[in-house]
């Protein structure tokens, strides 16, 4: 079962505006996310975390906002960059279990100049 | 400091045979763990090792083998390769003693396998 989904296969935006990342998850289990960065050939790499004690996490243009009730996340970049086109996942971890890091099915960024 | 390196990249293997696909990491990292990447679907944990010696299951253990003898090595074995097992493997790994929830994992570039 998917327990961490990104409904947004794609997404596009132009250099300089906002780009808004969702995920969605499933087990209230889950107590700590985090947001990856994957280009072509590459493996991914990390991005930006939260834990669930806080509702942000700020990391120069990269923010993201956690809302446990609704069981959503999501990752705010501003402003774009071309550079940041890539497939972004996010991520989560089972607080009984270090080890059980799920996946979400990922979401293309492209960013236009 | 090459990070964490992957051999193959490509590897075709027929239905049946086995191979290793071999992860070296060069970060004195404790922790080392194995994923797969199905087309359109996220990253799945096959095993995972907390230190020499140690290994463990993760969510997709079946068909896979795993050995850890010493820190910078975590070679996976599939024994008979099976066409489910067509996906994109990437090796991690990371420093902790807690393991991947506040720790960063450092990927390798992946192994594409496609069984026939």
């Known amino acids: 079962d998917q327990q961490v989904k990104q409904n947004s296969p794609s997404l596009s935006v132009q250099e300089g505006r906002i780009s808004i990342l969702n995920c969605d998850y499933t087990?209230?289990?889950?107590?700590?996310f985090l947001w990856y960065k994957k280009y072509p050939a590459e493996g991914p790499t990390f991005l930006i975390s939260i834990s669930s004690i806080k509702d942000k996490n700020e990391d120069g243009r990269f923010t993201v906002f956690l809302n446990k009730s609704a069981k959503h996340l999501s990752l705010h970049i501003v402003p774009s960059q071309p550079g940041d086109s890539a497939v972004y996942f996010c991520a989560a971890t089972n607080r009984y279990n270090n080890n059980d890091m799920r996946f979400g099915a990922g979401t293309r960024l492209t960013v236009k100049p | 400091n090459a990070g964490v390196t992957q051999t193959p990249k490509f590897r075709i293997l027929k239905i049946g045979q086995s191979m290793t696909l071999q992860c070296t990491q060069d970060m004195n990292h404790n922790y080392m763990y194995w994923y797969r990447q199905d087309p359109g679907m996220g990253l799945k944990l096959i095993y995972y090792?907390?230190?020499?010696?140690?290994?463990d299951k993760g969510e997709v253990p079946n068909g896979y083998n795993v050995s850890r003898s010493t820190t910078e090595d975590f070679p996976l074995r599939l024994e008979l390769a099976a066409p489910s097992q067509t996906s994109v493997y990437f090796c991690a790994s990371s420093y902790s003693t807690r393991g991947p929830r506040t720790d960063t994992q450092y990927f390798g570039p992946g192994t594409r396998l496609t069984v026939l």
């Open positions: 090792s907390v230190g020499a010696g140690i290994t």
């Open positions: 087990n209230s289990m889950f107590d700590y």
